[in-house]
């Protein structure tokens, strides 16, 4: 058969399975006049470790399910598809599996595209009730994709060995299997995504991909919550909303990462106080602020006031286990690429914690000399009353009428 003729025989099947599926669940989604949109930023979002921490309900599974189906079926409507592809889909356990992930994937997969289905446990004529292994799914180029199913408590071993070109993570997986996983995705070039809950508080993810502190510019997050979800009766948001305590509506409701006791500042509201970059005056430039760490994160941040006195920070330094021969290096480059001021011998000045003037027995120096002999001239006479610390911040996050500082 001649190229020319190949381009038509699949111009025709493409049609044939657009008119099948005109009123199938996977042609509905997002299809609407009504969208959300928050799912739509996650499908079109090029990067190859891609998070949605959202509330329950919020719409983050969908998304998950749905990407999942597009890459297997060959036709994803923002990325570069390419035929049979491999991919798992992890859950937490073999339960959670067959009642949320499995369910989601079967609901948007229309039966003519499923080519076999391997169980584990139940019968394959009815997937929905038993323990799904793999789903061998019709491409659009004319080859089978495969949809694994793992779950967590499998453990790691069960996770080595495979070449991969997707996993998604439903809900939190232990790092042992993040990191398994990331190793399977190495050749092919993959992609990792994820939807959860943060339940837990503030694990390892907290670092990995909300702090991303790994620098890795293929990370990429989005926090969903019930308003987000267009699908959602607003009567029935007030309701849930009534009925959970604070902390359970900091993680169930809005996808945040909490500790045991609360956070600090569950007044802070990405949508409120994290606006986009713009040129800053020079005039403004405040100060630098360093909380030391070594084990810890060490983390910096560069301050601006303006006339009205609203406080932006505009830049930030944020990673653990390194000297501070590389912190204060970094603290540098960025000082130079954003023109922070220096001094007439082009010495930076920052605050840091009072911690710092003390010295231990791994060093005859202090952390702040360290700094000052890299030019970096710290400050750690600062107040360190705690409670009025978090009160000011606090004020300025709610600021006056409504309007943040």
């Given at each position: 058969m001649r190229e020319e003729e190949i381009i038509v025989k699949l111009l025709e099947i493409e049609g044939e399975e657009r008119r099948r599926t005109q009123k199938g669940p996977l042609a509905r989604y997002n299809a609407g006049r009504v969208k959300?949109?928050?799912?739509?930023?996650?499908?079109?979002?090029?990067?190859?470790?891609?998070?949605?921490?959202?509330?329950?309900?919020?719409?983050k599974t969908e998304c998950?399910?749905?990407?999942?189906?597009?890459?297997?079926?060959?036709?994803?409507?923002y990325r570069k598809n390419?035929?049979?592809?491999f991919g798992w889909v992890v859950s937490l356990s073999q339960q959670v599996q067959r009642d949320v992930a499995q369910k989601k994937i079967l609901h948007y997969?229309?039966?003519?595209?499923?080519?076999?289905?391997?169980?584990?446990?139940?019968?394959?004529?009815?997937?929905?009730a038993g323990i799904i292994d793999q789903i061998r799914v019709r491409n659009v180029f004319g080859g089978i994709s495969v949809i694994g199913f793992k779950s967590c408590d499998q453990g790691r071993e069960k996770f080595q060995g495979s070449s991969l070109d997707f996993?998604?993570?439903?809900?939190?997986?232990?790092?042992?299997?993040?990191?398994?996983?990331?190793?399977?995705?190495?050749?092919?070039?993959?992609?990792?995504?994820?939807?959860?809950?943060?339940?837990k508080g503030r694990t390892f993810l907290f670092d990995e991909i909300y702090m991303n502190g790994r620098q890795?510019?293929?990370?990429?997050y989005e926090f969903m919550e019930w308003a987000d979800n267009p699908f959602l009766d607003k009567k029935e948001i007030a309701r849930l909303g009534a009925a959970l305590g604070e902390r359970e509506l900091e993680s169930r409701r809005f996808g945040r990462f909490c500790v045991e006791e609360g956070l600090v500042y569950p007044e802070f509201d990405e949508?409120?106080?994290?606006?986009?970059?713009?040129?800053?005056?020079?005039?403004?430039?405040?100060?630098?602020?360093?909380?030391?760490?070594?084990?810890?994160?060490?983390?910096?941040?560069?301050?601006?006031?303006?006339?009205?006195?609203?406080?932006?920070?505009?830049?930030?330094?944020?990673?653990?286990?390194r000297d501070i021969d590389y912190h204060a290096a970094k603290i540098r480059e960025i000082s130079e690429r954003i023109g922070w001021h220096t001094d007439g011998k082009?010495?930076?000045?920052?605050?840091?914690?009072?911690?710092?003037?003390?010295?231990?027995?791994?060093?005859?120096?202090?952390?702040?000399?360290?700094?000052?002999?890299?030019?970096?001239?710290?400050?750690?006479?600062?107040?360190?009353?705690?409670?009025?610390?978090?009160?000011r911040v606090k004020s300025y996050l709610i600021g006056e009428g409504g309007k943040p500082k």
């Open positions: 959300h949109r928050k799912q739509l930023a996650f499908h079109k979002c090029k990067k190859r470790n891609r998070w949605v921490f959202g509330g329950n309900r919020s719409g998950g399910a749905v990407e999942c189906v597009y890459l297997a079926r060959g036709v994803h409507p390419k035929d049979g592809v997969l229309d039966p003519a595209w499923i080519d076999d289905i391997v169980m584990l446990a139940g019968k394959k004529g009815t997937p929905g996993v998604w993570f439903d809900e939190e997986p232990p790092r042992d299997i993040y990191e398994e996983c990331r190793m399977r995705v190495f050749d092919r070039r993959g992609e990792l995504f994820g939807t959860m809950t943060p339940l890795d510019p293929e990370v990429w949508r409120v106080h994290v606006i986009s970059p713009f040129s800053v005056p020079f005039e403004w430039q405040d100060t630098i602020s360093i909380d030391p760490g070594l084990n810890n994160p060490l983390s910096a941040h560069w301050y601006c006031t303006d006339f009205d006195g609203n406080v932006y920070i505009v830049a930030e330094h944020y990673e653990a286990k082009g010495r930076l000045a920052a605050l840091i914690d009072s911690a710092a003037n003390q010295r231990t027995l791994a060093s005859v120096k202090s952390v702040a000399e360290l700094f000052y002999e890299r030019g970096i001239l710290v400050n750690a006479n600062v107040n360190k009353d705690l409670f009025a610390g978090i009160a």
